[in-house]
């Protein structure tokens, strides 16, 4: 961009190229870690080892990929199901609570950020192994032990405690914009206690539920760590599969096919779910 | 047409009726703390049916905690709560069958105008086309029905206060109770829609329980008026009565302007007398209960202004002051004068009489017979 | 009587999620001070050795002193470049700025694998695996977006009469930037740079593809022991951590009532 030529333009348009300009450096490495890294993966997808859709095909034409594929969105859904209904109570709580007690769980919503993910994996290798924490508790409590390490429901209860802050954060942000007096305007109005909470209470805060369910959906599709400590053979995530077809095989076709699907899934998933996340109703305007 | 039996959610009415038998509310000595604050001390109080009653009183005397008692939606430690005679301290909210308008509506912002009005409709599982009908008439009654299909956000205040309205009159409550329903608007609005409500009571028929902190809405309002302080009711009354004869100081000045005249007082024969300012003030009247300090409350047009000695007293009372502030009303003019005890006087004449200049002496003359002899808390 | 039920209920749903939220991260201090090298809980005796380890063993400290170092640069280079982004996309408010908005939020939503594979494509053409820069780049990257959440929250409260105003007082541009509207937007900048520095020093993913014998980054290390063996050293990691934070939040808890005592 020449001097002369902003010159030349008005003040208006010269502070929206100046503004522009401001974003150019953070554009700048996007385009270098995120752009060029997902064009490269979309075209060796199409490109190796012969230009044309082979790996697509061999990716959909695999059982194992397809059972993978399956597990991954399983996974995700379990997880945002559960994420939704253990986050929905505690966000109500934090609405409701008064400053000390808001405070209090707010905090416990946040200590876990506290250490970083690789090491709470760590801390749920000690809670859910053969001899853990957990299987001692059951055991004393009378129960027979079970098995959670390496299965599917010790990588879900593992994935839902992460990605539980995720959940609660946007829920509660909604929940506390709720004007609790709806409530008695409804019982005045004669609606039953049960009613009032899900014609009223319930719709206001979807758009809460649906934002903390599609961050929560959208990091479970795409999560790597957790499955690999936490899960077995049995509970490989398509995540690990990319990794194995790109370092292990140095399969970059296949890898590169695999990315793509995840890709298409987590955006895909973004789309469907952005218009749920709006309300279909207004909230300002009009002389208050 | 015949008046309609008033609507329980289990026995609704089937249309809207044009006149409700009003309902009969009977509070006895209900009692309600938080922790150690007490936000009711024993109130008692009776709404006669069909009666247009205001709550007036400043925040925290306990006016919207009555409400709410009354509405259900707080529990009080004791007392009884009656409504046409049968007892709800233990009806739940939902089953009360009264209509609340809340201070800031309350409008549900994810239904529409004509949604939000059928709500108790359909908790009351009225039929669809009769639902219709009803929420029609009520619309035609605030005049919003070209709005039916707005959402509240997209409403004005003076219109999201009618919604609020209709909505908890369209299952004909034999009880309405309104929380400072026009505390949010401007005061042209709210003058205007004072006279709405009035309107809509009249026709309507069912009780009014009104809630403000404003005594001249409370006074264009109602037929009776429970004054609030601290938890407490000072006097049920009239408007007028309650300006002509408070029984409180604290009513007497929450009510109108007023000025207060102190001083040591003495009781003899049908008079008592009172040393206000160097000056022996006679009262026309008696308490013969009356111990402790007393007071006089005077009404601004109780008072009369005079030349410094222009008046020989005789029957009336004289009291020299001097002129602080003149404020030109129209029709008449409001003064203000500051006794030699520091007392202020509000005195207001007719705009067509003597006029005082601002800093000149005068004397304040009323007669005997004027203004009130109450006991005077604050020693 | 059916409400104080309801809250008894919800009181005790609360505590056992907040005890399911809290549970995990605790769980590692008692491991920390374990004298075996196994998991098992409760662990056995007292010892301080896996603290001694982080310092005694080479992979571990160089690896705590490698992500804090890359952590410091990641922090400086994202909050100087999400700032500015912030600043120019309050200016351009029409769909460019929208568009520009959302593209620096998408490395948020971004699969960790994929985004891992592509960018140890494009290191290995630039021979960027295994180096500061290679870190730097990809950390910044994943911090970019929280630099801008933070910086421009702050800024939609932030009121742009001021700078009008200054610069109606005769400041120029940059004394508005520099006097007026930074010193304001300081603390959305601030945790704009205490969230990168989080991001980067937490990254494990990138970081696997591309890391190399010479430079490994903390999490990396955990990882590679974590498949290795069992080795506490990790817990007396994660408590560290722990207690560093917990200081520098209560610190900071402290310092902002104090402030807002005035």
């Known amino acids: ?288 | 047409m015949m008046p309609l039996q008033a609507s329980t959610p289990e026995t609704a009415t089937r249309r809207t009726p044009d006149r409700i038998p009003g309902a009969a509310v009977g509070i006895d000595r209900i009692r309600k703390t938080y922790g150690s604050y007490v936000a009711l001390d024993d109130v008692s109080l009776t709404i006669r049916p069909g009666e247009f009653m205001s709550f007036l009183g400043p925040s925290g005397s306990g006016k919207t905690t009555t409400l709410n008692v009354i509405a259900g939606f707080t529990g009080h430690e004791s007392g009884v709560l009656k409504i046409d005679g049968r007892e709800i301290d233990r009806v739940p909210p939902h089953r009360r069958n009264i209509g609340v308008v809340f201070q800031h509506y309350a409008l549900f912002p994810h239904m529409t105008v004509a949604e939000n009005i059928a709500y108790p409709l359909r908790q009351r599982r009225i039929g669809r086309s009769e639902r219709h009908a009803m929420v029609g008439a009520v619309l035609e009654k605030v005049e919003l029905s070209a709005l039916a299909g707005r959402y509240p956000a997209e409403l004005s205040g003076g219109q999201q206060q009618r919604v609020a309205l209709a909505r908890a009159m369209v299952f004909a409550p034999g009880l309405m109770l309104l929380d400072e329903p026009l505390g949010a608007l401007d005061k042209k609005l709210r003058e205007a829609l004072q006279l709405e409500i009035r309107r809509i009571h009249r026709e309507l028929g069912s009780t009014f329980v009104f809630v403000t902190h404003d005594q001249e809405e409370a006074l264009v309002l109602s037929d009776r008026i429970a004054v609030f302080n601290k938890g407490r009711i000072e006097q049920v009354a009239s408007g007028e009565e309650l300006y002509r004869a408070p029984k409180t100081l604290f009513v007497g000045q929450f009510i109108g302007e007023s000025t207060v005249l102190r001083g040591p007082h003495e009781s003899r024969g049908d008079e008592t007398a009172l040393s206000v300012a160097g000056a022996r003030i006679r009262i026309a009247a008696r308490r013969p209960d009356a111990g402790g300090r007393q007071c006089l409350l005077l009404r601004p047009e109780d008072l009369r202004l005079c030349a410094p000695g222009s008046t020989a007293g005789g029957h009336e009372n004289v009291v020299a002051a001097r002129l602080r502030e003149k404020i030109y009303l129209g029709a008449s003019v409001k003064y203000e004068a500051v006794l030699t005890d520091g007392t202020v006087a509000t005195a207001r004449m007719p705009a067509s009489g003597p006029s005082f200049e601002i800093g000149a002496p005068v004397d304040l003359v009323w007669s005997a017979g004027c203004g009130t002899l109450l006991d005077d808390p604050g020693a | 009587m059916t409400r104080t039920l309801g809250r008894i209920a919800l009181a005790l749903v609360c505590f056992l999620i907040a005890l399911w939220l809290v549970a995990p991260t605790l769980v590692i201090i008692p491991i920390s001070f374990s004298e075996t090298q196994s998991l098992a809980f409760p662990p056995t005796g007292f010892s301080w050795k896996w603290y001694a380890n982080i310092f005694d063993n080479r992979a571990w400290s160089r690896s705590l002193v490698t992500s804090v170092e890359i952590g410091l640069i990641v922090a400086a280079v994202a909050t100087v470049l999400g700032t500015m982004a912030a600043l120019g996309l309050e200016r351009l408010k029409n769909r460019l700025g929208g568009t520009i908005r959302l593209l620096l939020l998408t490395p948020v939503v971004m699969p960790g694998v994929v985004l891992a594979v592509g960018i140890y494509a494009v290191y290995l053409n630039l021979h960027l695996t295994g180096t500061w820069t290679g870190y730097v780049l990809a950390h910044t990257l994943l911090a970019l977006p929280f630099v801008v959440i933070a910086v421009s929250a702050n800024l939609s409260v932030f009121d742009a009469r001021l700078e009008v105003a200054a610069a109606s007082l005769g400041a120029s541009r940059l004394t508005v930037l520099r006097t007026v509207t930074v010193p304001l937007i300081a603390p959305g900048i601030l945790s704009g740079a205490l969230f990168a520095f989080v991001t980067s020093f937490d990254e494990v993913i990138v970081s696997l593809f591309i890391t190399s014998a010479q430079l490994k980054t903390l999490p990396v290390q955990i990882y590679a022991s974590m498949t290795r063996d069992t080795d506490p050293t990790v817990a007396a990691i994660g408590t560290l951590t722990l207690v560093v934070t917990t200081v520098l939040i209560g610190a900071g808890l402290l310092f902002s009532l104090s402030r807002g005592r005035k």
């Open chain 1, 1 to 288: 961009m020449s001097e002369p030529k902003v010159r030349e333009m008005t003040p208006e348009a010269r502070r929206k190229v100046r503004a522009f300009l401001m974003t150019v450096p953070a554009l700048a490495v996007l385009a270098l870690v995120l752009l060029a890294p997902l064009v490269i993966v979309v075209a060796r997808s199409v490109t190796e080892p012969q230009p044309g859709l082979e790996n697509y095909r061999w990716f959909f034409a695999t059982p194992v990929n397809l059972t993978v594929l399956a597990r991954t969105f399983k996974v995700a859904f379990w997880v945002t199901l559960l994420c939704v209904v253990v986050a929905y109570p505690y966000a109500f709580a934090m609405s409701v609570a008064g400053r000390k007690l808001r405070l209090l769980l707010i905090l416990c919503v946040l200590v876990p950020f506290w250490v970083s993910g690789v090491v709470r994996t760590f801390a749920w290798v000690i809670l859910l192994q053969d001899s853990g924490l957990i299987n001692k508790t059951l055991l004393a409590m009378g129960f027979e032990k079970i098995r959670l390490i390496r299965t599917q429901t010790g990588v879900t209860i593992g994935m839902v405690q992460i990605l539980l802050p995720f959940m609660i954060m946007p829920l509660y942000s909604v929940m506390r914009g709720i004007d609790l007096r709806l409530l008695l305007a409804a019982r005045s109005l004669g609606a039953r206690p049960v009613a009032s909470f899900f014609q009223i209470y319930l719709p206001l805060s979807l758009p809460g539920v649906f934002a903390g369910a599609t961050i929560v959906f959208i990091l479970a599709l795409g999560f790597y760590i957790t499955p690999l400590l936490l899960g077995g053979a049995s509970s490989t995530l398509l995540s690990t599969l990319i990794q194995q077809q790109v370092l292990s095989l140095l399969n970059w076709g296949h890898g590169g096919a695999m990315g793509v699907v995840l890709l298409a899934a987590t955006f895909g998933g973004l789309l469907i779910a952005a218009p749920l996340m709006r309300r279909r109703y207004p909230v300002t305007g009009g002389e208050r």
